[in-house]
Each structure stands twice: as structure tokens, then as C-alpha cells.
């Protein structure tokens, strides 16, 4: 089992929401905080590293992942888009990341998967860690792929993985649908913190969520691995019912967990249960 101590660690897509978010709350949580993106980010301060690189580009990943120990990794394409920017960011991008992480001796990653790898799930239907894939858009598949990816780095070459299945990160949930699967930036510090810290991760799944009670996610697998989340979205869930009294509905957003991702572009003649 790889060991878990860690010393320098890099977020990838560190200029993004998640990324800027992780930067405060990981702040003095290690010796060193490596912080990666395509575009430039704000200067580093104590404790921090800057650096700017397109993860389609080789060379430039190998020197991004020199001497960390883990990887939070939140680059790439974060939402549906062409299949063409999908595969250079999520599919060569995340190659590259991986595989350069394994030649520069990574000890673990946390991979920011998503819930649109199973976003075609009914929001009828609890699932766990274990159900198989249901991808709800190319964004979705690309998350898939991640996961099975790293499941053969950890297989294969022994390298921790945490893949957290991430809902919707904000300080509130921001519609019904998110009321299931929010996330607070604390929790997902503490999930982020056990995939990096915890001494038994060789390759976990984990949704990313708060402790919400409408959750669609038997959450066991992250509570095994001792994540105690401090927030619910039930507080907010008045407020955002109401804000969403009388807009106009559409039945597949609605019907399965990953809404628009699944309504978007859908043509099937026949629901899939
Ligand atoms: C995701 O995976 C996206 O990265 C994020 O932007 C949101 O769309 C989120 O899912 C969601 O489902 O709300």
C-alpha cells in the first residue's frame, strides 16, 4: 500500500470553482501547494506553487507533476461539450496526467469523477459506489473513463485512487435538483483530505456530496472510509422549492439525477428505466 504522506500537492484546474475554492480551504494543510491551470491564476503566496499548463501537452504535464506526492485532479472539461474538446482535455488530458503521475512516482490521486457517470440513474433509485456506469452525456462518459483509468493505474501499478462521484459544489444548493446532490466546500475538503490521508486507499469510489436527506446516494462506501459530512441541504429546501414554483418542466431532466445533461440532445423513442 502506497504510503500517505504527502508533502507537495498539486490541483489540477486550480483556476476553476472547485480548484479556487481548495486553494483556501487546503491552505497550510500541506507543506506545499502546487496549483495548476491552462489559464493563468492569481500569484503564489506562501506555501504555493503557480504554474500554467495545457494538460493535452505531453511535456508540459511532465514537468507539472515533478515531485508531488499527490494530485487533486480537476482539470480538463467541466460540463457537456463537443466531443472534440471532451477528448483532448478528458480523455488525452487525463491520460497524460495519469501517466506521467505514475512515471514521476504519485503516491495517490483524487479524481474529480462526477455524478453524470451516472446521471441516467432514476432519481427513483438510490445507488452506491457499485452500480455500473450510466453516463448522461459525453461529459458523463469521459467521467466513466477516468474511473476506469484509474482503476487500472491502481490495479496495474499500485497507485492510490479516490474517485469522488462530485454533485454540485457551492456554499448552497442553487435548485431541487441540487438539494439531492449538493456539496459544501467543507465536505469536500474532508473527502479530498481522506483520499490524499487515509492509509487504506488503493481504488475507492465515493459520491461527492454533503449529508443531505434527499440524497440519491447510499453514501456507505465514504462513510466506511470515515467521512462525516457537516452539512444538509434540508435547511435551504423551502426557499429553493419556492424559487422554483411554476417554471416550466421538462420530463426527463426531471425523471432521471443528471436533469439537463440527460434531457440535452435526447431523442430515444422509449424511456429506459
Ligand atoms: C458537474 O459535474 C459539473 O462539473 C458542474 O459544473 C455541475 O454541472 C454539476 O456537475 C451538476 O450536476 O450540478
Redesign the pocket.
Known sequence: MPSAKMHRVLITGAGGRIGRGLRETLRGVYPILRLSDLVPIAEARDGEEVDQTNIADVKAVERMVQGCDGIIHLGGI??ENTWEKILEGNIVGLYNTFEAARQAGVKRIVMAT???AVGFYPRSQTIDHRVTVRPDSRYGVSKAFSEALASLYSDKHGMGFLCVR???YGTEPIDSR?LS?WVSPRDLTQLVRIGLEHPDVRYEIVYGVSGNQRSWYDNSNAHRLGYRPEDDSEPQAAQVLSAEAGQPRNRIADKYQG?T?AAEEYDAATERE
Open positions: 467541466s460540463g462526477s455524478n453524470h462530485i454533485g454540485n441540487r446532490i436533469g445533461f
